[in-house]
């Protein structure tokens, strides 16, 4: 966890208890702060992590951070277990989603350059034949949620019978 620290900083958490761009600068005591809003960072770039829950982590990616670390961050973030299902994922300009390779550097992606705030979609990625081959029960919830999701908005078309037993 030492490696990942030095490798982006935390800027800010919503909805969860984590960070807030309070640590210490290892020198006078005073507390860092966030660069504001409007100019972006000197090192790195602002992104937003959301989360399957719509939770939303906002940190600023450093050059250095590989894909596949920051989905372990993201995993730690939200105490799952059984990563190897789920993905990180950009929307391109299209409104395409590209999943981000997990052996590259985030910042080496072809990432959207507008707006400044990168936004990056914590999915899964794999899907199985039954959810009785999951052992972890975080995981079987992000499972629910992604598909809840995916009907929601149209892209997982299921009967009527299901969309019922599903929102009982």
């Known amino acids: 966890m030492d490696r990942l620290s030095n490798k982006f900083k935390l800027v ?4 969860i208890g984590v960070g807030g761009g309070m640590g210490g600068d290892g020198g006078g005591g005073k507390p860092q702060q966030p660069p504001p809003p409007n100019r972006p960072p000197e090192n790195g770039r602002t992104a937003q992590i959301v989360l399957l829950d719509e939770r939303r982590l906002e940190l600023v990616i450093q050059p250095r951070l590989y894909a596949g670390e920051l989905l372990d961050l993201v995993a730690n973030q939200s105490g799952l277990k ?3 299902y789920f993905g990180l ?3 391109d300009d299209a409104g395409h989603y590209t999943w981000l390779q997990l052996d590259r550097k985030v910042l080496e992606h072809d ?3 507008k707006p400044h705030l990168l936004t990056v979609h914590f999915l ?3 899907f199985i034949e039954s959810i009785s ?3 972890d029960n975080q995981t079987v919830e992000l499972f629910y949620l992604q598909a809840r999701s995916l009907i929601w908005r149209g892209l997982l078309e299921v009967e009527c019978d299901v969309v019922f037993q599903l929102a009982a």
Do not use: D
């Not at 800010?12 to 909805?15: A, D, F, G, I, Y």
């Open 111 to 113: 990432l959207p350059r």
């Open 82 to 84: 059984e990563k190897e």
């Open 133 to 135: 081959h999951l052992a």
């Open 124 to 126: 899964v990625k794999f």
């Open 12 to 15: 800010r958490s919503q909805s």
């Open 89 to 91: 994922a950009v929307v």
